[in-house]
Structure formats: C-alpha cells, structure tokens
C-alpha cells in the first residue's frame, strides 16, 4: 500500500479544499450570509416569478384604473398616515396568535371543552386582524418591483399558509379536540415567524417602502447645476449637484428643485409628466408638487424634499435646506 496524498481511502484534495473548517473565515462568512444565499434561492424559484408576473398582469391594470381612489391609498397609509400602514397591522395576528400559545402552555386542564374558550376568542381576532393585514400587505405588494415583489410573494403565501392553520386550529377547538388546536397554533405561529423574517428582510435589507430621501440634504453651498439656458421652459431637467440627484423645471419664468429620487420607491421624477405644477412618478404614479414637494397622491407617504434655487452669472445654482456654517473672519480659532 502507497503512502502519501494517493492513498485509497483519503478525500480528493479538491473536496478537502471545498470544506472548510469549522472556525475558519470561510465558514464564518457562510454562517453569516445565509440569509442572503437564502434570499438568492427564493428568488431563483422558477413557478415562484412565473405566479408573480401572472399575479402582476391581474392586478397592476385593477391599481392603475383605481389609483386614484381614497381607499386604496389608505391601504397603504399614504400622506394620510404618514408610513405604511401593513408593518404595523401585522404585529396584531402575531401578539394574539402568540397570546394563544402561551394560554394553550399554561393551561391544565385536559378536559374536552367545545365552543370558543378564552384561548378560542383570541385566535379568532387574530384571523380577522389577519385579514387587515393581508390586504394592506396586497395593495404594498402591487407597487414593489423586481426581486422585492417576488420576495414579497413568498412572504404573503407564507402568511395564507399560516392563516390556513390558525382557521384550522379555531376550528378544531371549537369542535373540542383541543390538542390538535394546540399543535396546529404552534404550527402555524412558526410559519408566521417564518414570514415576518422575511418581511424583516425585505424593509431593513433591501429598504422596501422605506423613504429614499430622508438622508438627503446637500450640497452645502450653492454649486452649479445647469446652464441657464440649456433648461427650457415646462421641461424637467436631471441634473446632479454633490452626488445628489435633482430634478430642475421651470414655467412662467420661476424655477422649481426637488429631489429626482422618488420618496417611496427611488424612481426618476424627472422622466414622469407634470402637469400644473405637479410631477407624477413614472414607477407607481405618485404625485409631488413642485412648489413644496408635498404629495397629492399615493403611494408615496414622504413629501420631496425641496432645494433652493438662484442664477449667477448664466448658471442656475442650487443649495441644499442646510448651508455650510460661515468660516470665522480670522483664521485663528475663538477661545
């Protein structure tokens, strides 16, 4: 028998390089970007975006027709509310749930009891708060994009899965089996961790339904933006001052800055129509007024935020809501 790196029996040299050690930087990073591998798997589902496009192709048409109608921009909280309304509806159906499964653990008596118990009363508000929360998280879902909406699908069929366990649950404790009502509240709260982790994903990771500009406040002092007269009447402009992205108009001779970056999904205002003085996002027709930034219609919660404007010598200049303070007039510093 040889001995030596050929040996019968020892793993290919490949195959030990492919597994790392435990402790080792490899498999510290591997342990720390599951959520990531995780995501980049859902995403790659095939009949997952083949229901998501087809889901799209139903409901984006029934959005655009009703888009302007008071309802709908309520689900999703909108200028009215000031932030979407879904993330904060689903802490209901996962408190009460939750409340189940701890009166469900504390309590001692084995006894067969038929009808709504206490137990039975808050599974039952947790469906109906479900409910709530399902449409709210629909209509949220209608004006994503691209990987989020697919995420996003998975994350609501995670929630129908757990809301079909929790009507089973409700059920079969009414009917008096109370053990099989116990095993499947539990099983589906867990589903619903599931999904809210995947909700908590799609806000903190990838910054859905989060306000795109609320960081955004330079240039420090006036910079040029744009030749004055390469900015014609009633024609938005992009322009870019200190990394910032703007959009500049101009109509009856007074000029208009607001950030290019749509509040509610990062779209590019300056490529949607305005009319009135209003800009209308070209992503999911939000509407900003040019004059204060404040929005006139949904989905955007975030009004624009709105830059000061002067011409100097031919150039139209721009300047952020915080100027730089002056310098002291010496150089030396005050005591």
Known sequence: MRTGSGQAGDPPAAAQRAEPAI????????????????????????????LSD????????????????????????????????????????????????????????????????AAGMLSAAGILAAGATALTGLSDWTVSNDQDRRLGLFHGLLNTAALGLQCASLGTRMAGHRGAARALGAAG?????AA?????????????MVNRVAWASGPRRWTRALQEADLPDDSPAAVEAEGRQIMLYRHGG??????????HAGGLLSRGPVADLTVTCP???????LADGCVSRGPASQPQP????????GWIEVRGSQPAPRRPASGRTQP
């Open 23 to 50: 402790g080792s930087p490899l498999a510290t990073t591997r342990w720390v970007a599951w959520h990531d591998d995780l995501a980049a798997w859902l995403d790659r589902l095939g009949w997952l975006g083949t």
């Open 254 to 263: 007074r000029l208009y800055a607001i950030d290019n970056i749509c509040s």
């Open 196 to 208: 809210g982790y995947l909700g908590g994903h799609l806000v903190f990771t990838k910054g859905v």
């Open 54 to 117: 087809w889901l799209t192709g139903v409901l984006a048409p029934i959005r655009e027709r009703h888009q302007d109608n008071l309802v709908l921009e309520l689900l999703h909280g909108g200028r009215w509310v000031g932030h979407p309304l879904h993330p904060a509806l689903s802490d209901l159906p996962i408190g009460l749930w939750a409340g189940v499964v701890v009166m469900d653990a504390t309590d001692r008596d084995s006894a067969p009891r038929r009808g709504l118990d």
């Open 283 to 289: 992503l999911h027709g939000s509407r900003f007024a």
């Open 306 to 313: 709105v830059l000061p404007t002067r011409i100097r010598n």
């Open 189 to 193: 709260l867990t589903v619903t961790a």
